[in-house]
T-cell receptor, first 115, second 113 residues
Framework: NAGVTQTPKFRVLKTGQSMTLLCAQD?????MYWYRQDPGMGLRLIHY???????AKGEVPDGYNVSRLKKQNFLLGLESAAPSQTSVYFCASSSAAGATTGELFFGEGSRLTVL | GNSVTQMEGPVTLSEEAFLTINCTYT??????LFWYVQYPGEGLQLLLK?????DKGSNKGFEATYRKETTSFHLEKGSVQVSDSAVYFCALSFYNQGGKLIFGQGTELSVKP
């Protein structure tokens, strides 16, 4: 069972470059999320989606865009990367029932370094 | 605003020692509370949860009780193993808010043989 798969796992960017992180889930979940994890700050929600074709802002959305064109995929884009976006990014998904109870399934993370 | 505060890490224990990781929360309303665990090189996974006051969540020998009067959800285990070495995150969410979790900063646990 693949669960939640993130690509790439590691990436180094220069300031100003753009990139897209891909999250794919094979559990037919309605809800998907992008979090960033920074030392001493836990995980913070960037954007989320409650279904195909929908997206919404989380706690720290600035500098990021997302798209959910297919139910199984949730893309996170950085149009012009900044050093402050150096972080570990986690994608998560949840069924509608799981979303009401806070049970999310996480990917293994993508480590992004912006020089 | 809503927030979660955890005890500072890292926490280093010997095998079979008793574990407590403190977690307190600030919330408007009545959230559900969670402990997630992140093993090295992996994503987070749900360890246990409690949805209302005085509920006790338990899993894999870990327990936590939802204490509304002290706004706490401390994680305990009677005898830790080396395999419990991980980062533990306390979190809260509200029913029908789309599963959005608010996390504490995480507490790293290292268990030595």
């Amino acid at each position: 069972n693949a669960g939640v798969t993130q690509t790439p796992k590691f990436r180094v960017l220069k300031t100003g470059q753009s990139m897209t992180l891909l999250c794919a889930q094979d559990m037919n979940h309605e809800y998907m999320y992008w979090y960033r994890q920074d030392p001493g700050m836990g995980l913070r929600l960037i954007h989320y989606s409650v279904g195909e074709g929908t997206t919404a802002k989380g706690e720290v959305p600035d500098g990021y865009n997302v798209s959910r064109l297919k139910k199984q995929n949730f893309l996170l884009g950085l149009e012009s990367a900044a050093p402050s976006q150096t972080s570990v990014y986690f994608c998560a998904s949840s069924s509608a029932a799981g979303a009401t109870t806070g049970e999310l399934f996480f990917g293994e993370g993508s480590r992004l370094t912006v020089l | 605003g809503n927030s979660v505060t955890q005890m500072e890490g890292p926490v280093t224990l010997s095998e079979e020692a008793f574990l407590t990781i403190n977690c307190t929360y600030t919330a408007t309303g009545y959230p559900s509370l969670f402990w997630y665990v992140q093993y090295p090189g992996e994503g987070l996974q749900l360890l246990l949860k409690a949805t209302k006051a005085d509920d006790k969540g338990s899993n894999k020998g870990f327990e936590a009780t939802y204490r509304k009067e002290t706004t706490s959800f401390h994680l305990e285990k009677g005898s830790v193993q080396v395999s419990d070495s991980a980062v533990y995150f306390c979190a809260l969410s509200f029913y029908n808010q789309g599963g959005k979790l608010i996390f504490g900063q995480g507490t790293e646990l290292s268990v030595k043989p």
